[in-house]
């Protein structure tokens, strides 16, 4: 038999972890429940002691335990987020040297795709709640670092109100990773009001614009129009480090 064709037979430890993850996936372990302890681990899955401790070593580094030592120690279950998969991607991202660019990039072509689901699909209640976000983001106009943080909040309601969970998972993801790129863009660091202003208000039309084309189920024009928007806002936040990767961001 070729060694490629050989089926890797997993430890010990794996088989732990996989069986304590597949209760905390499934919902039968709550966030913050406190696992069993170590002796009775030990007995229910007929492991030695460092055998347990390496599965929970697999659990600590995928962020679905914490594991505190001593007397008063024991293993915590956390349930997983999109901060754990977001420190994921990046990880990998930074391996393969990937652009800030590049990460703007994607994000654009996902949230656009969103806009045309959601020009396609709505509902009456989405709309209120569009309307609400753009509330916000007009009340938000004369704090410009407020105003980002609004405006961050109605790009990803867009995605949310797809209601599709894969699409809302990326994106967040993607958010999560530049999001310290987005703080110390060229926006946040200019200290002319007049451009700041300019800037958000193109940024606050831009939103409501799109908004009257999900009304008007205007698919393919929304899809369009936000693509071109993100697209132009990505240089803007990635003006002079359109050549940094995500490790220059996160390490």
């Avoid at 919902?27 to 460092?50: N, Y």
């Amino acid at each position: 038999m070729a060694t490629e064709d050989r089926v890797r037979v997993p430890k010990a430890g794996e088989i732990v972890a996989s069986h304590l993850r597949r209760q905390i996936i499934l919902g039968k372990l709550d966030e913050g429940t406190a696992l069993p302890s170590e002796a009775v681990l030990m007995e229910r899955f007929g492991v030695s002691r460092p055998t347990l401790r390496e599965g929970f070593r697999v659990l600590e580094s995928e962020g679905l335990i914490s594991v505190r030592r001593g007397a008063r120690g024991g293993a915590r279950v956390h349930l997983p987020t999109g901060d754990t998969a977001a420190r994921y991607a990046g990880a990998i991202l930074q391996y393969r040297g990937t652009t800030l660019a590049d990460v703007y990039e994607a994000r654009a072509l996902l949230e656009s795709r969103a806009a045309s689901l959601l020009a396609d699909r709505h509902e009456a209640e989405d709309l209120d709640r569009l309307n609400e976000a753009l509330a916000r983001c007009q009340d938000a106009l004369a704090d410009h670092e407020q105003f980002m943080f609004t405006d961050v909040e109605f790009h990803l309601l867009v995605v949310e109100l797809t209601g599709n969970r894969t699409l809302r998972l990326l994106v967040g993801m993607l958010y999560r990773i530049v999001e310290s790129a987005t703080v110390s863009s060229h926006i946040a660091r200019t200290s002319d009001p007049d451009q700041q202003r300019a800037l958000v208000g193109k940024a606050h039309r831009a939103n409501a614009k799109l908004v009257v084309l999900i009304r008007n189920n205007q698919a393919d024009e929304a899809e369009a129009f936000w693509r071109r928007h993100l697209t132009a806002i990505g240089k803007i936040l990635l003006e002079d480090t359109d050549k940094r990767t995500v490790l220059d961001l996160l390490s």
